[in-house]
């Protein structure tokens, strides 16, 4: 009987430890949604004590960091989110939304070109690109950016193709 109880701890504590955590990340995202920014990072960085290599809760804290203005503290959980999960197209989308409105627009086209690379199908990375680009002055290659979103389905692009690009 000892055994069994030494096993079952064993099994069932991780599970216990995790529900914590999703409880932690559900916690902060219900707070995000009434605008209590600093409450969800704090349910954030709970779930992140308790699993420092869940790349969602991260995710997570950097969207709260990102709406609460903090945008090099977003910034740097997209980072680690992406060392964990480099196939998350949503932060490195984030991520150049942050690194855009810090006006470093090479970063943000970077983001963009690996957004495309995993998902060359994905209408908003072509018009971020393009406005990325066109804020370095590159209008040629934004509106081609512009072009390739709109044929995607993008109608934001559409007005901007016909503002912009002749």
Known sequence: MKQFCISFVILFLPCAIYSQMIDHV???IAKEKTGD???????YNQAIKINPKDAHAYFNRGNAKFKSKDLKGAIADYDTSLA???KDVNAYLNRALAKYQLNDFNGAVA???KIILINPKLA??????GNA???LKDRTDACLDWHKASE???PK???????LCK
């Open 26 to 28: 559900k916690e902060g």
């Open 157 to 163: 692009a559409d007005e901007t193709i016909q503002h």
């Open 152 to 154: 995607l389905g993008e």
């Open 111 to 113: 983001d963009y070109d």
């Open 37 to 43: 920014f600093i409450g969800a990072i704090t349910d």
């Open 84 to 86: 964990i999960n480099s």
């Open 124 to 129: 908003v990375a072509y018009l971020g690109r």
């Open 133 to 135: 680009k066109d804020e």
